[in-house]
């Protein structure tokens, strides 16, 4: 007689499947979400920095008919922008360089100003 199989999460008896770990859904994605709680927690710091960046960007976009915006940096700040994330480094012919949060970057400027931009492109 072979010994009875326990759920990974609740240690419960496990029927059906020779493979099955879990007696139900609940306890997979109860065993997965604990176990990769970790990494998962950085994952979500990051994004939630970023999509904040995003946001702070956007405001300051929409305040302007056009896509270029400028402001300062101590404005930024003030906001709880992040300057440490970004989605990407865009730099033009002139090696200016744009750091994206997304749709939207920005480049520093002299005397503490910062240039916010949209880019379109990369909502295509």
Not at 30 to 43: D, L
Not at 82 to 104: C, M, P
């Amino acid at each position: 007689m072979t010994e009875a199989r326990k759920c990974l999460e609740c240690n419960t008896e496990i029927f059906g499947r020779i493979d099955k770990k879990f007696c139900s859904d609940q306890c997979r994605n109860t065993y997965n979400n604990r176990t990769q709680a970790h990494q998962n927690k950085y994952i979500r710091k990051v994004n939630y920095t970023l999509r904040k960046n995003r946001r702070i960007m956007e405001a300051f976009v929409l305040t302007t008919d056009k896509n270029v915006k400028r402001v300062k940096k101590s404005d930024m700040l003030d906001k709880g922008f992040n300057f440490d994330f970004y989605t990407n480094i865009y730099s033009t012919k002139n090696k200016k360089y744009y750091y994206f949060s997304y749709e939207y970057g920005y480049n520093i400027l002299e005397d503490n100003y910062i240039a916010i931009v949209r880019r379109d492109e990369y909502l295509k």
